[in-house]
């Protein structure tokens, strides 16, 4: 199985500051299509997951341009640059280049 | 809009079976590729099975094998979760989700407990 790590598992942020959560896979996310298969969700306390960014930098649509995603091969970055109240909740990333499709632990992310 | 409206989930002994279903409305149900995921109480996120948006490919999670199956019904843009032999650790709630790589809708989840 792909084991995807994430770092740090909290985060205590103020308003207002940037924010960076890593993640990184034990083996290459490429696929043979030439796609990298990494995304990141956030999951609001009591809320269901919503996906932010797919395939390592595509942003969703309604997410917010402070939200960005970067990262290649098996190194992966999402970056808040300036952190809002709203974003407070648990951040994943995914892999989906093979199965089982495989979550990081989680980033729980707090204002200070 | 897209949506997705899981229901089934209920209170039951371990060794139990249960069928989830998710309803799905807003885009085009049978060309997309479908998925369950779950997650336990206090815990992160887990990928269950999937299914290929014809329902000629599954996938399901080890965890699950040979107790679990996915199924479609792509005229009643349905997707169904036969679940048997139910354990403790099959406590959670349960996500439909559009997308197998990199799952773009989830619904509000269903939840299943299992318990003596």
């Known amino acids: 199985d792909v084991v995807m790590t994430q770092s740090p598992l909290s985060l205590s942020v103020t308003l207002g500051q940037p924010a960076s959560i890593s993640c990184r896979s034990s083996?290459?996310?490429?696929?043979?299509?030439?796609?990298?298969?990494l995304s990141w969700f956030q999951q609001r306390p009591g809320r269901s997951p919503r996906r932010l960014i797919y395939?390592?930098?595509n942003r969703d649509s309604r997410v917010p341009d402070r939200f960005s995603g970067s990262g290649s091969g098996t190194d992966f970055t999402l970056k808040i640059s300036r952190v809002e109240a709203e974003d407070v909740g648990v951040y994943y990333c995914?892999?989906?280049?093979?199965?089982?499709?495989?979550f990081g632990q989680g980033t729980k992310l707090e204002i200070k | 809009e897209v949506q997705l409206l899981e229901s089934g989930g209920d209170l039951l002994q371990p060794g139990g079976s249960l069928r989830l279903s998710c309803a799905a409305s807003?885009?085009?149900?049978?060309?997309?590729?479908m998925s369950w995921f779950r997650q336990a109480p206090g815990k992160g996120l887990e990928w269950v099975s999937s299914?290929?948006?014809?329902?000629?490919?599954?996938f399901h999670a080890d965890s699950v094998k040979g107790r679990f199956s996915i199924s479609r019904d792509n005229s009643k843009n349905t997707l169904l979760l036969q679940m048997n032999s139910l354990r403790a650790e099959d406590t959670a709630l349960y996500y439909c989700?559009?997308?197998?790589?990199?799952?773009?809708?989830w619904g509000q989840g269903t939840l299943v407990n299992v318990s003596s």
């Open positions: 989700t559009r997308g197998t790589s990199h799952p773009g809708d």
């Open positions: 807003g885009f085009s149900f049978s060309t997309n590729d």
């Open positions: 299914i290929s948006a014809s329902g000629d490919k599954t």
């Open positions: 083996q290459s996310l490429v696929y043979s299509d030439g796609n990298t298969y």
């Open positions: 395939k390592v930098s």
């Open positions: 995914m892999q989906g280049i093979q199965w089982p499709r495989t």
